[in-house]
């Protein structure tokens, strides 16, 4: 059984990612995994705070903030085996929803290091739009040394018989974990 805590960015629901989060959240849970889930875009009044750092001159500091990340996203993070990060491709980027969670890694970027991950994208365009986001995602896999164990970057996103295929591909992926 593993530990595995999903992050999702958009805020628009019922949405497409949503879909994909949806599908790899069930085939983990077939395969009995632990799951903690947070939807940063879907948080209202409480949602994720910005990163803020000290004035200090030199490396950047951040500031502990006690909001809903701090006192229980990042915790889970801490103890999780597999990181599930999940974005809507916007302006050809992750999304700052999901962007916002992923900044506040930086109090705890040791912590937070060697575990797995999983990637799972949601864009209108083209593979090729999503060109950018793959590797702005594969730069963080590698920088937190979190290996892949699959990733889903679901072009199309609107045509829904193309998307539960993508969203298979992410229930299979979340079965395999075990
Ligand atoms: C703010 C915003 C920015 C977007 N930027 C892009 C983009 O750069 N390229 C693209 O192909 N689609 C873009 N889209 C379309 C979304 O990627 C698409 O609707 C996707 O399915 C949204 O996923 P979601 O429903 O999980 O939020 C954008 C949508 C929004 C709302």
Do not use: C
């Not at 903030?65 to 980027?93: M, R, T």
């Not at 970057?153 to 591909?169: E, P, V």
């Amino acid at each position: 059984m593993a530990k595995i805590v999903i992050l999702t960015g958009s805020p628009h629901n019922p949405g497409t990612s949503k879909q994909l989060a949806d599908a790899f959240e069930k085939g983990a849970k077939v395969a009995g995994n632990d799951i903690y889930r947070f939807d940063a875009g879907l948080q209202g009044n409480g949602e994720p705070h910005f990163l803020q750092l000290k004035k200090e001159p030199g490396m950047e500091v951040g500031i502990t903030d006690h909001d809903l990340v701090e006192e229980e996203v990042i915790p889970h993070l801490i103890k999780a085996d597999v990181v599930v990060l999940v974005s809507s491709l916007y302006y050809f980027g992750i999304n700052a929803q999901l962007k916002t969670v992923i900044d506040r890694f930086y109090n705890y970027n040791h912590e937070l290091k060697d575990k797995h991950s999983v990637v799972l994208v949601s864009g209108y365009g083209t593979q090729d739009d999503l060109g950018a986001i793959k590797l702005h995602m594969q730069k963080l896999q590698k920088y937190m040394r979190w290996p892949s164990l699959g990733d889903v970057y679901a072009d199309d996103s609107w045509n829904q018989s193309k998307l539960s295929r993508f969203a298979q591909q992410a229930y299979e992926i979340g079965k395999k974990i075990k």
